[in-house]
C-alpha cells in the first residue's frame, strides 16, 4: 500500500526534496503545501514525517555543522503546522545532527537514512543530550561472499540479542546497516554453501542456496545463543529459577523480534517458497526462534523433574495458602508456555500443546490433591449448607485466579474437576438422604449450583435417572384398570404434572446440562440427555409404551374419541390435543436432540389415524356415491375434506393434513372417474370446478384429468372436421379454407376456455390442451396421411385474409382474423410447407397489386417472423423490397424516355431476384407484340447499362396488359 501511494505522489515528494535538499535553505510555505496535499491523499502522517527526516538528512557534507544544524533547527520550528508530533521527532533527529556535528562528526554518516517504523535512537531530558553509537566492523560491500557477510551479520544480531532494550541499546545506523547486509546476504549471486546436516542441504541448488545459508547460520546462532543461557540456570530453584527464566525470555524474544525485522526479505521469499513445497521444519525467522528456545533451553530446563513448571505450581500454591506472590513473573512465564505451543499444518493457528502438557495437567493433578485434603477437613467441621458456602468461594478464587495469569481454557476444565469433589462429599454427608426425594429446596439449589458442570461418576445424573424411573413406576398401577376417555384424563393430568416438575428440574440443574451433559455428547456418549429431555425419555420408557403395548391403549382411546366426533358427538377436544400433544414432544432426535422429530407420534398415532380414516370413509361413501349424482357426491366429498382439515388444525399435527387428503383424495377420485363419463363434452362448469378443487390437494392427483381432457379436445377437433366434410360433396378437395379454419379456431376457443375458467390456467392443463390441438390440426379427416393438407389450407386462408375487396377482411378486424391464424399455425407441424404456400401466394398478390394493405402484409410477416425466426421470413422481406426497387427503376425509365415520340404506352416493369420469387418462366415462345416491342428493346439496354452482367428472363405467363378501345 505504502509503495503504491508513493508511486502516485511521487510529484509531491519531488517537491519536498527539492525544497529541502538546496543547502538546508527551505521554504517553509512551499513544504507545508506538498504535506498537506499529502494528508489530503490519506497519505498517514508518520509517513510524512519519514519523508522530511528522511529528505532533511540528505543535505550536502559540507552543511554537517554546529551551525548548519541549528539553522535547520529553527527553521523548522518556524513550521508551526497541525503536526506537533512530527515536529517534535523530526526537530529531535536534527538536535542529535547537532550533537554529532559537534561532538563525533563521523557518528552520523552524511547519507544516513530514517523510517520512523525503525528505531533511531535518542535519549533527552531537560539538560542532557545522548546518542547511541554503536562501533562494529566496516560494512562488507553487496559483492562480498557469505563468510564476510554473515560475521558482519552475527555480530550485530549478538548486539541486539544480547541488548537489555534493542529499541534504545542499538543505534539507528547499525541497525540500517544490518537490514541492508541481511537483504544483500539473502539475494546476493556470490553463493556460498556449508556443508553437514543443515536444513535443506540435500537438496538446495541455484536460488535455493541465497536464503538457505543465511537460515542455516541463524539456526546454528540460536542454538550457541541459548546454550549460554543453561548453564546459569542449572542451580536456580523456584522464584530465583522463574525470575532468571522471564528475564532471558524477554530480552531473547524483544531481540527475536528485531532480528525478524531484519530479516524480512528471507522470511517473505525463501521462506515461503520452502513451506510452499511443503517443506517441514522450516518457519519464519520469529517462529524459528521460539522453536529453538523450546528445544534447546525450555526442555532442557523441563527435563529436570519438570523443575519450571514445579516452581509455578509451588508459588500458586504458596498463594492458595495465603501468601503474596508475584502474578506479574507468574504470567510471564505462563505466557511462554503459550507462545511456544505450535501448530505445524498451521504455523499461524495458536496452539496450546506446550501449554498443555507442561503446565495445564501438572495444575489440574495438583489442584485436585490440594482440595480434595482441604475439602475433607471443611465437611467434616460444617453442615452441607456452609460447606456450599466455601465450596462456591473456591470455586470463585480458582477462577479469578484463571483469568489473572492463566490461559482461559483451563476454567472450565479446572471446574470440571472441583465439582465431582464437592458433590461426592454431600453425598457421603449425614445429610444426602434429602437429595433423592427434593424436600429440602434450598439446599437442593446449593446442590446444583455446586454440581457446575462434570461428575465424572454419574453419581448426580444416575440418581436423577432413579428418581424418574421410581416416580413412573408408581403411574403404571394406577393406569391399567382405566379405558377410554378415563385413561386419556388420568394420562393427561399426570403428563401435565410430570412436564411442569421437569421443567422446574431442569432449570436447577441447569449447570449439569450446561457442562457435563454437553461435554459428554460432544465426545460420542450415547443415552446422556439434558435433564428435561432426559425426564421426557424415560416418561417414553417407563410409562408411555407401557401403556401401549397393553393393545395401544392410548392412540386408540384417541381414535376412538375422533370417531365419536365423527358421529356427531361433541367430545373434549383440549383433552386430545394435550394427549396428541405429548406424542409430538416424546420425539427424539439422537443426532440432534434440539430438532423436533414426528417418530413417536407417526408411528404410534398418524399411521392408526390414517389407517382409521380410510375405514371409516369407506363404509360411509359407498352407499352416499351409489344413491348421488356426481355434483352431490363431489359437493359431499368437499365438505367431508374440509371437517377433517379443521380436526386436524385443532388437535393433530399440521404434518398429518398432507397425508390425510392425499387418503382421502386417493380413495374417493375412483367412484368419481367411475362416474364421470358424463363429463368429456366439459360443459358442467361447476362439477369441473369441483374436480380440480378436489384433486389438486396432493401432487399427481390431476394427471388422470388433464389425461381426458386431452382427449375430449382431441375428439372434438375430429368431429368438427369429420362434421365439415359431411357438409361438403366434394370431399377434402373442395373444402373452403376459412370454414376449415374457422372450425378448428372454435374448438381451440373452447377448450381453451375450459382451461382458464375451470382449471385456473393450470400449466399441465394448458400443455394438455395444446398437445390435443396439435394433434387434431395435422392428422385428421381432411388431411388423411398428407402432412401438407393443413398448412396448405391455413395458406389459402391467409390470403384471402390479405386480398383486396376481401369480405372476411370487411366484415371483422383484419388484425384480430390474423391473429387468429396465428394460433393455429403454431399447432402447424410442417411449417416449411406453410412458408412455400405462403410465399407463393405473397408472390402473386404483389405482382397483381392486389394486397389488402401494405401495413397488413407486413404485420403478418412479423407475427411469422416472432413465431420462426428472422431466417424464416427473410425471403418475404426480400420480396418487398424488390418491389420498392422496382417501382424507382420504373419511374427512372421513363423520365429518360418521355422524349421519344413513340413511348405512348403506360407501362411499369417489376424486377425480381430468382432466389427470392417462387416463380417459374414458361416454357413456350412468347412472340412479343409488336406495339410494346420498342418499350421492350428500350428497357433491356436501359437495364444493361445500369447492371452489366446481368440477364433478364421475362415472366411473360404473369405479365398482364389493358386494352381500351373508343367506340
Known amino acids: ?280 521444519g522450516v518457519y519464519p525467522v520469529y517462529t524459528l526462534g521460539l522453536v529453538q528456545w523450546k528445544e534447546h533451553f525450555f526442555l532442557y530446563v523441563q527435563s529436570k523433574h519438570s523443575k519450571l513448571t514445579g516452581a509455578i505450581l509451588r508459588l500458586v500454591e504458596r498463594e492458595r495458602n495465603g501468601e503474596t506472590i508475584d502474578q506479574d513473573l507468574v504470567k510471564k512465564v505462563v505466557d511462554s508456555f503459550v507462545l511456544l505451543g505450535l501448530d505445524e499444518e498451521d504455523i499461524s493457528k495458536a496452539s496450546l500443546d506446550v501449554y498443555r502438557e507442561h503446565l495445564e495437567k501438572p495444575f489440574l493433578n495438583t489442584t485436585e490433591k490440594y482440595y480434595k485434603q482441604v475439602l475433607e477437613r471443611i465437611i467434616a467441621e460444617n453442615s452441607v449448607y456452609d460447606y456450599l458456602k466455601k465450596a462456591d468461594e473456591h470455586l470463585k478464587e480458582e477462577g479469578d485466579r484463571v483469568d489473572r495469569y492463566l490461559n482461559t481454557e483451563t476454567r472450565e476444565k479446572l471446574v470440571h474437576m472441583l465439582i465431582p469433589h464437592h458433590f461426592n462429599l454431600i453425598l457421603g454427608s449425614s445429610e444426602s438422604q434429602m437429595f433423592p426425594y427434593f424436600d429440602k429446596d434450598e439446599d437442593l439449589q446449593k446442590i446444583c449450583s455446586a454440581a457446575r458442570a462434570n461428575m465424572k461418576d454419574l453419581d448426580l445424573y444416575n440418581n436423577l435417572v432413579q428418581y424418574f424411573i421410581t416416580r413412573l413406576q408408581q403411574l403404571k398401577s394406577r393406569s391399567d384398570g382405566l379405558q377410554d376417555e378415563a385413561l386419556l384424563r388420568y394420562y393427561g393430568a399426570e403428563w401435565d404434572r410430570y412436564t411442569t416438575s421437569a421443567d422446574y428440574i431442569n432449570r436447577l440443574f441447569a449447570y449439569l446440562s450446561r457442562y457435563w451433559v454437553k461435554r459428554e455428547r460432544d465426545v460420542g456418549r450415547e443415552g446422556v440427555y439434558p435433564v428435561y429431555t432426559l425426564a421426557l425419555v424415560q416418561w417414553k420408557e417407563h410409562f408411555f409404551l407401557y401403556v401401549q403395548s397393553k393393545h395401544s391403549k392410548l392412540s386408540g382411546a384417541v381414535l376412538r374419541l375422533i370417531e365419536r366426533e365423527r358421529n356427531g358427538e361433541t367430545i373434549d377436544q383440549d383433552l386430545v390435543k394435550k394427549v396428541v400433544d405429548s406424542f409430538v414432544l416424546l420425539g427424539l432426535d439422537e443426532e440432534d436432540i434440539g430438532k423436533v422429530s414426528l417418530n413417536v407420534y407417526k408411528e404410534h398415532l398418524e399411521a392408526p389415524f390414517l389407517d382409521a380414516t380410510e375405514k371409516y370413509y369407506k363404509q360411509n361413501s359407498e352407499p352416499f356415491s351409489a344413491e348421488n349424482s356426481v355434483s352431490d357426491y363431489l359437493k359431499k366429498v368437499e365438505e367431508r375434506l374440509k371437517k377433517e382439515e379443521d380436526r386436524v388444525d385443532r388437535y393433530l399435527n399440521t404434518e398429518t393434513r398432507e397425508k390425510l387428503v392425499h387418503v382421502l383424495v386417493r380413495y374417493y377420485s375412483n367412484p368419481m372417474w367411475e362416474s364421470s363419463q358424463s363429463l368429456p363434452d366439459f360443459h358442467k362448469d361447476e362439477d369441473l370446478q369441483m374436480m380440480y378443487a378436489f384433486l389438486s390437494r396432493v401432487p399427481g392427483g390431476l394427471e388422470t384429468l388433464r389425461k381426458r381432457f386431452e382427449e375430449h379436445v382431441k375428439n372434438a377437433g375430429l368431429a368438427a372436421v369429420a362434421e365439415l366434410l359431411n357438409e361438403d360433396a366434394e370431399g377434402a378437395d373442395s373444402l373452403d379454407p376459412k370454414a376449415y379454419v374457422d372450425a378448428l379456431l372454435e374448438v381451440h376457443r373452447k377448450n381453451s376456455e375450459t382451461v382458464t375458467r375451470n382449471f385456473r390456467g393450470e400449466a399441465g392443463f394448458v400443455a394438455s390442451l395444446e398437445k390435443a390441438c396439435k394433434e387434431f390440426v395435422n392428422r385428421n379427416a381432411a388431411t388423411g396421411s398428407s402432412t401438407t393438407k393443413s398448412p396448405e389450407l391455413l395458406a389459402k386462408h391467409a390470403d384471402m385474409l390479405l386480398r383486396k375487396n376481401d369480405k372476411m377482411a370487411e366484415e371483422e378486424d383484419l388484425e384480430g382474423t390474423l391473429n387468429r391464424v396465428m394460433v393455429l399455425f403454431k399447432y402447424i407441424e410442417d411449417k416449411d410447407v406453410f412458408q412455400t404456400f405462403y410465399a407463393t401466394k405473397l408472390s402473386k398478390r404483389l405482382i397483381h397489386g392486389v394486397s389488402a394493405s401494405d401495413e397488413s402484409e407486413a404485420s403478418m410477416i412479423s407475427k411469422l417472423k416472432e413465431a420462426c425466426g428472422f431466417e424464416y421470413t427473410n425471403k418475404l422481406q426480400r420480396m418487398f423490397a424488390d418491389m420498392s426497387l422496382s417501382k424507382d427503376l420504373t419511374d427512372q425509365f421513363k423520365t429518360r424516355m418521355q422524349n421519344h415520340d413513340d413511348m405512348d404506352i403506360n407501362f411499369s416493369i417489376i424486377i425480381l431476384r430468382t432466389n427470392v420469387w417462387p416463380l417459374n418462366a414458361p416454357n413456350n415462345n412468347f412472340i412479343i407484340p409488336p406495339e410494346i416491342l420498342s418499350t421492350y428493346d428500350r428497357f433491356s439496354k436501359y437495364y444493361q447499362t445500369k447492371h452489366s452482367g446481368r440477364k433478364l428472363t421475362w415472366l411473360w405467363n404473369y405479365s398482364k396488359n389493358e386494352l381500351r378501345t373508343n367506340y
Not at 498537506?36 to 508518520?46: C, P, V, W
Not at 545532527?97 to 535518542?122: D, E, I, K
Not at 541465497?210 to 546459569?232: C, E, H, K, S, W
Open 1 to 280: 500500500m505504502k509503495a503504491r501511494k508513493t508511486m502516485k505522489n511521487q510529484p509531491l515528494i519531488q517537491e519536498v526534496i527539492s525544497q529541502i535538499s538546496q543547502r538546508f535553505a527551505p521554504k517553509i510555505p512551499d513544504i507545508k503545501k506538498a504535506i498537506d496535499t499529502l494528508l489530503e491523499k490519506d497519505i498517514s502522517q508518520g509517513w510524512v514525517t519519514s519523508i522530511v527526516v528522511l529528505h532533511i538528512r540528505r543535505f550536502p557534507a559540507n552543511t554537517t555543522s554546529p551551525r548548519a544544524a541549528k539553522s535547520n533547527i529553527s527553521a523548522l520550528q518556524e513550521f508551526n503546522g497541525p503536526y506537533p508530533m512530527m515536529l517534535s521527532k523530526t526537530i529531535q533527529c536534527l538536535q542529535v545532527q547537532q550533537y554529532a556535528a559537534a561532538r563525533a562528526p563521523n557518528v552520523v554518516p552524511s547519507g544516513s537514512r530514517y523510517h520512523h517504523n525503525n528505531p533511531l535512537q535518542t535519549t533527552m531530558s531537560s539538560s542532557t543530550l545522548t546518542a547511541v553509537v554503536n562501533v562494529i566492523r566496516p560494512v562488507p560491500s553487496p559483492t562480498a561472499d557469505h563468510e564476510t557477510q554473515w560475521a558482519f551479520l552475527e555480530e550485530g544480531i549478538d548486539l541486539i540479542m544480547t541488548a537489555t532494550r534493542p529499541q534504545t541499546d542499538v543505534s539507528y545506523p547499525t541497525y540500517m546497516s544490518l537490514y541492508t547486509v541481511a537483504y544483500n546476504c539473502c539475494t546476493s549471486s556470490r553463493m556460498h554453501h556449508t556443508t553437514g546436516d543443515a536444513v535443506g542441504s540435500s537438496r538446495a541448488v541455484g536460488a535455493n542456496l541465497m536464503g538457505l545459508d543465511a537460515y542455516n547460520n541463524l539456526v546454528q546462532y540460536f542454538i550457541t545463543r541459548l546454550q549460554q543461557l543453561r548453564d546459569p540456570s542449572d542451580s536456580l530453584q523456584d522464584e530465583a529459577l522463574l525470575r532468571y527464566y522471564g528475564t532471558e525470555w524477554g530480552r531473547y524474544t524483544a531481540g527475536l523480534d528485531y532480528v525478524n525485522r531484519l530479516f524480512t526479505y528471507l522470511n517473505r521469499h525463501w521462506v515461503k517458497r520452502e513451506r510452499d513445497e511443503d517443506r517441514r
